[in-house]
């Protein structure tokens, strides 16, 4: 950030952040028991149970997301509270990081799926992808375009697109290629 934008914009970013944080983590801990479970059902071939379960863990990662949004200004006026205005975050920065942890949300249950039956390849592909994107991309929009930390976190959440599109067609393909294996028509 302080490359790209300006080191002032570090502790704005860096203190919204770890309020946001708190909703990764809530998440990410209530899903710890995924992926075990995912490594077990995949092995004995329950898939069924993982479509249930990845059903029930998006609507979890929906509700997740829904607080996230909601608390984006209870966050802003938290902020401005705590830190007695020696802090401003911007409307902006508080909304894209609202945006951009929905996203990680939603991804995140998939990644238990994928690293729980081992089927990485397509997914370290595309996180290699992402890597080489964001960085043009993060210069971009935070210094050509001037958007600063914001232009930032809407590069972190423009490279979120692809995965929250791709994740479910590459679980779908997973679920599948099991399911012919299962049913003996290896291909």
Not at 74 to 89: M, P, S, T
Not at 148 to 171: D, E, Q, R, S, Y
């Amino acid at each position: 950030i302080s490359h790209i934008a300006d080191p002032s914009q570090v502790t704005p970013y860096s203190v919204s952040m770890r309020f946001f944080g708190f909703f990764i983590t809530v998440f990410e801990v209530m899903m710890i028991p995924l992926m075990p479970a995912f490594t077990n059902a995949f092995a004995t071939g329950d898939l069924n149970w993982i479509k249930t379960t990845i059903n029930k863990a998006r609507k979890l990662a929906v509700v997740t997301s829904i607080f996230v949004i909601l608390s984006a200004p209870l966050i802003k006026l938290f902020i401005e509270c705590w830190l007695k205005g020696k802090v401003v975050v911007s409307w902006e920065l508080i909304m894209t990081l609202a945006i951009y942890v929905c996203l990680v949300v939603q991804t995140s249950v998939y990644s238990k799926l994928f690293n729980g039956t081992g089927k990485l390849r397509s997914v370290t592909y595309l996180t290699v992808f992402n890597i080489i994107i964001y960085i043009p991309v993060a210069f971009v929009l935070g210094s050509v375009m001037k958007l600063g930390v914001t232009g930032i976190v809407i590069a972190k959440t423009a490279i979120m697109i692809p995965p929250i599109i791709l994740m479910p067609i590459f679980a779908r393909n997973v679920l599948c290629d099991k399911q012919k294996e299962l049913s003996g028509m290896i291909i």
